[in-house]
């Protein structure tokens, strides 16, 4: 069924994925009766859509493309119980739902781009070499290698974050509910990011006033550490850009950009600040601008 235009530029959505669990999002449509292409989007680690997509979804939509964003299950307006499961395969799995509900609506030409970051950008990644069909990829300030995070993680901080880690673990084995543990903290506290400059990056990228949690299962930091999305970048046929931050403290550049070079059609941007930085002033202006960029020269609208 067609989606119903009232004049207004975002409309709630909702579809299903595994497990019969509804992701909730948005969809942007220009204001056109012709179909075209689609850009989905998600967030990284344990962030929700409200945390700045709208800003990327906005621009895309005013360039001429439509967007569907969306919460992973577990986390957000999403469904999935228990909450703050931070689950790398259940996070994928929403990927192909939301790239088939895109697909299934009568507003797009059957064009799809992925956009992810952080987090979210390793999934692109993956899915972009998983599905077929992908128009092209934007992958941003991506998580691509779990031992280079793992590195970049202070030695204090991994101490005091294990016993919740094989707590969780053991929690999951006996069907209990899963031990938390802070996404962002301060450094040499037991929280999954800890650099100095996520604390004031990750958490103002969240609304005043909005309710947020700031955790997740612990289990995910020991997938972190073995997790290579970036692996698939040799895999993915169609256009992908990396955008890649320099001073990146969460997922570092050196590791990105070995893995971002194999990617048979990828274009690298590189930009001189922070993981954090690129969704906020003018780092965002100038991703944003690159990013709609690659769009015109590789998803033309028309």
Not at 173 to 194: E, Q
Not at 244 to 250: E, L, N, R
Not at 285 to 292: G, K, L, N, S
Request: charged share 20%; proline share 8%; glycine share 10%.
């Amino acid at each position: 069924m067609p989606i119903q235009r009232d004049g207004s530029a975002r409309k709630d959505i909702a579809f299903t994925s595994g497990g019969g669990d509804t992701c909730r999002g948005w969809l942007y449509l220009p204001d056109t009766d012709e179909r075209r292409p689609i850009v989905v989007l998600a967030h990284g680690l344990g962030a929700v859509k409200e945390m700045r997509l709208d800003a990327y979804a906005e621009r895309f939509r005013a360039a001429g493309y439509a967007c569907l964003v969306f919460d992973y299950r577990h986390f957000g307006a999403s469904d999935g119980e228990p909450r703050q499961l931070l689950d790398i395969e259940r996070q994928r799995t929403d990927w192909t739902a939301a790239v088939a509900f895109a697909r299934s609506l009568p507003e797009v030409d059957g064009r799809v781009v992925l956009w992810g970051s952080s987090f979210g950008g390793g999934h692109v990644i993956v899915m972009g070499a998983r599905l077929p069909g992908i128009a092209a990829v934007i992958s941003q300030c991506p998580f691509t290698d779990g031992l280079a995070s793992a590195m970049a993680t202070s030695p204090v901080t991994t101490a005091k974050l294990l016993p919740a880690m094989l707590a969780d673990l053991a929690a999951a084995a006996r069907g209990k509910p899963p031990v938390l543990v802070p996404l962002a903290g301060p450094p040499g506290t037991a929280a999954l990011m800890t650099a100095p400059d996520v604390v004031p990056g990750y958490l103002r990228l969240v609304p005043e006033g909005m309710a947020f949690r700031n955790e997740a299962s612990g289990r995910i930091g020991l997938r972190i550490a073995t997790a290579s999305p970036g692996r698939s970048a040799r895999k993915v046929p169609c256009p992908i850009l990396f955008c890649v931050c320099d001073d990146d403290t969460v997922a570092p550049a050196r590791a990105t950009l070995r893995h971002a070079r194999k990617a048979p059609r990828g274009e690298i941007k590189r930009y001189p600040f922070g993981h954090f930085d690129i969704y906020v002033g003018g780092g965002f202006e100038r991703a944003v601008r690159d990013q709609i960029d690659f769009l015109n020269r590789h998803v033309p609208i028309g």
